[in-house]
């Protein structure tokens, strides 16, 4: 059971990327997802985080409107667009899922976490 995520790298300001968050073991079906960040010496953000029935999505307020959240039950995937990114976007991105929880925002706990991947917006 694990979560594998990827899709992060070196991008210009202004530029997007898409990250990619691969369930196996389980199925993402009844899961809430979320995207957390982490730059060092800093704690942990919730990025986007969407509840296991989709009813709610949250964004952080800094990246409202250039990303978006989305998932692929077929492919057992979620991902993180972003779009129009800037240099304090650059971080460790970590997927996360946990089971049957509702409820808007980011939770405290999740259930599996993914290894992280590392997006630099830098010219």
């Known amino acids: 059971v694990q979560l594998q995520a990827s899709g992060g790298g070196l991008v210009q300001p202004g530029g997007s990327l898409r990250l990619s968050c691969v369930a196996s073991?389980?199925?993402?079906?009844?899961?809430?997802i979320a995207w957390f960040r982490r730059v060092p010496g800093k704690s942990r953000e919730g990025v986007s985080c969407?509840?296991?029935?989709?009813?709610?999505?949250y964004y952080l307020d800094s990246v409202e409107g250039r990303f978006t959240i989305f998932s692929d039950n077929a492919k057992n995937t979620v991902y993180l667009q972003m779009n129009d990114l800037k240099p304090e976007d650059t971080a460790v991105y970590y997927c996360?899922?946990?089971?049957?929880?509702?409820?808007?925002?980011?939770?405290?706990?999740?259930?599996?976490w993914g290894q992280g991947t590392q997006v630099t917006v830098s010219s």
């Open positions: 073991g389980f199925t993402l079906d009844y899961y809430a």
């Open positions: 996360a899922a946990t089971y049957r929880r509702e409820g808007y925002g980011c939770y405290d706990e999740y259930d599996y």
């Open positions: 969407i509840s296991s029935s989709g009813r709610d999505t």
